[in-house]
């Protein structure tokens, strides 16, 4: 979540990790989000200012597609019809590749991929 706030900053994105947190919490094994009701999600995200909510939780998706932490497909019309969620590790992977994770980051993960048992490819 630090290293999501911490790239999308950069890009001129704000609360992007909470997008992302509640995509996490709507995962049931599949990865893949069916994004039914935009406004609903974008409340649960902590957007709740009205005629603005859904807007900014679609900048925020925006945010979150081209840092390569989700993907987005369509269904008919809507832009945003479903959501896969691809391994983070591997996007992080390939995040530090392109030289867009700072060394400290990059340590404190590695301490605790190891802490937890995962070996960082």
């Given at each position: 979540?630090?290293?999501?706030?911490?790239?999308?900053?950069?890009?001129?994105?704000?609360?992007?990790?909470?997008?992302?947190?509640?995509?996490?919490c709507?995962?049931?094994?599949?990865a893949?989000?069916?994004?039914?009701?935009?406004?609903?999600?974008?409340?649960?995200?902590?957007?709740?200012?009205p005629?603005?909510?859904?807007?900014?939780?679609?900048?925020?998706?925006?945010?979150l597609q081209?840092?390569?932490?989700i993907?987005v497909?369509?269904?008919?019309?809507?832009?945003?019809?479903?959501?896969?969620?691809?391994?983070?590790?591997?996007?992080?992977?390939?995040?530090?590749?392109?030289?867009?994770?700072s060394?400290?980051?990059?340590?404190?993960?590695?301490?605790r991929?190891?802490?937890?048992?995962?070996?960082?490819?």
């Amino acid at each position: 979540m630090t290293l999501i706030d911490e790239l999308a900053d950069r890009d001129k994105g704000k609360d992007v990790s909470r997008v992302y947190f509640e995509l996490w919490c709507r995962n049931f094994d599949e990865a893949f989000i069916e994004i039914a009701d935009e406004e609903a999600m974008a409340f649960a995200s902590g957007f709740t200012a009205p005629n603005r909510n859904v807007r900014t939780w679609k900048e925020r998706i925006d945010v979150l597609q081209k840092l390569g932490f989700i993907q987005v497909m369509p269904v008919g019309s809507k832009k945003h019809g479903y959501i896969f969620l691809p391994d983070p590790h591997k996007v992080i992977k390939r995040l530090k590749a392109g030289g867009r994770v700072s060394a400290s980051w990059w340590g404190a993960y590695a301490k605790r991929a190891s802490g937890i048992g995962y070996v960082i490819p």
